[in-house]
């Protein structure tokens, strides 16, 4: 029962059931109607680019050029925060490196403030991305949820784990994988940006 518990606290937060309210600042929003990765006129729509423009409001923790952190306002945990690109990239695939770089780069400084101001000891960074991995604001974002010992947010009997066969099946999957990655890295090297992949 207690698992069940954790998973649907979790699901609600991947999925909300509402749509927030008109004094919400940060709702699930017309972006999320949209396939990821269609850009189009989302910005328009998007809740997290109305904040950055001033058009809507939000509990702001951190700025610069690049990215803004926000309280979430349907928080997992006490100081569960967003750090959000002022760019609209609706995935995490259609964000540019550098900007991925930056947010990325502001991690250990904004979740240290965090965990200390909470009184917590760990924090998990989450990534939603894409619907059926519970994204619903369609603008990239990290989460930021600080954790307590014990604090049963979620559970390793929540999200069940099986141990890797190292079968053929398994051997085939991890061939595909690679091909997928030269084939990007040969795009990339075309582009001056490529990188070294294992082979075996």
């Avoid at 809507?56 to 349907?74: F, G």
């Avoid at 066969?165 to 091909?179: F, N, P, V």
């Avoid at 030269?182 to 582009?191: T, V």
Wanted: net charge positive; hydrophobic share 35%.
């Amino acid at each position: 029962m207690e698992a069940r518990r954790r998973l649907a606290l979790l699901s609600s937060h991947l999925r909300p059931t509402t749509t927030g309210s008109p004094t919400s600042p940060v709702s699930a929003s017309n972006c999320a109607l949209a396939s990821v990765c269609e850009k189009g006129n989302q910005e328009r729509d998007c809740v997290f680019c109305r904040i950055i423009r001033g058009e809507s409001p939000a509990l702001k923790l951190y700025e610069d050029d690049v990215c803004l952190c926000i309280l979430d306002t349907n928080p997992v945990s006490r100081g569960h925060s967003l750090i959000i690109p002022k760019s609209h990239f609706p995935c995490l695939q259609a964000t540019p490196p550098p900007v991925i770089g930056a947010m990325c780069s502001k991690v250990p400084f904004i979740s240290n403030a965090v965990v200390k101001a909470t009184g917590c000891d760990s924090y998990n960074l989450l990534v939603n991305n894409g619907a059926a991995a519970g994204q619903v604001i369609f603008h990239t974002h990290l989460h930021i949820i600080p954790r307590k010992a014990r604090d049963c947010l979620w559970a390793s009997e929540s999200l069940p784990r099986h141990p890797l066969k190292l079968d053929h099946e398994t051997s085939q999957l991890a061939d595909r994988i690679r091909k997928e990655l030269l084939f990007f890295n040969s795009s990339k090297d075309d582009e001056g940006q490529g990188s070294t992949l294992s082979t075996n």
